[in-house]
């Protein structure tokens, strides 16, 4: 599964932005989708993640600001970002996870990456 990214700009502080994920079609159902953020010189964190039923997790330092929604049949998931602040400065990175089964029938999950959009918070 292949992943775009895009969406990603510079804002000031207060402001709002929405970054959107599509992954490519393939023979592998998505189910997790998610985003992920990298500041400079920091690990990179999860941002917010929503399951195939709609099911969402959010860091602390999000909730009430982000919203993560999705659209199953374009397989393409999407971050509300409101109310930004400059240390949500960051490149932001999108993933999913896919099943397949192999010849024997067998689950195969996978873990796929976007590209990475660049997030910057003026203040």
């Known amino acids: 599964v292949q992943l775009q990214a895009s969406g990603g700009g510079l804002v000031q502080a207060g402001g709002s932005l929405r970054l959107s994920c599509a992954a490519s079609?393939?023979?592998?159902?998505?189910?997790?989708m998610g985003w992920y953020r990298q500041a400079p010189g920091k690990q990179r964190e999860l941002v917010a993640t929503?399951?195939?039923?709609?099911?969402?997790n959010y860091a602390d330092s999000v909730k009430g600001r982000f919203t993560i929604s999705r659209d199953n049949a374009k397989d393409t998931v999407y971050l509300q970002m409101n109310s930004l602040r400059p240390e949500d400065t960051a490149v932001y990175y999108c993933?999913?996870?896919?099943?397949?089964?192999?010849?024997?029938?067998?689950?195969?999950?996978?873990?796929?990456w976007g590209q990475g959009t660049q997030v910057t918070v003026s203040s």
């Open positions: 993933r999913a996870s896919s099943l397949r089964y192999n010849d024997y029938g067998e689950p195969v999950v996978s873990g796929s």
């Open positions: 079609r393939s023979t592998s159902s998505i189910t997790d």
């Open positions: 929503i399951n195939s039923g709609g099911s969402t």
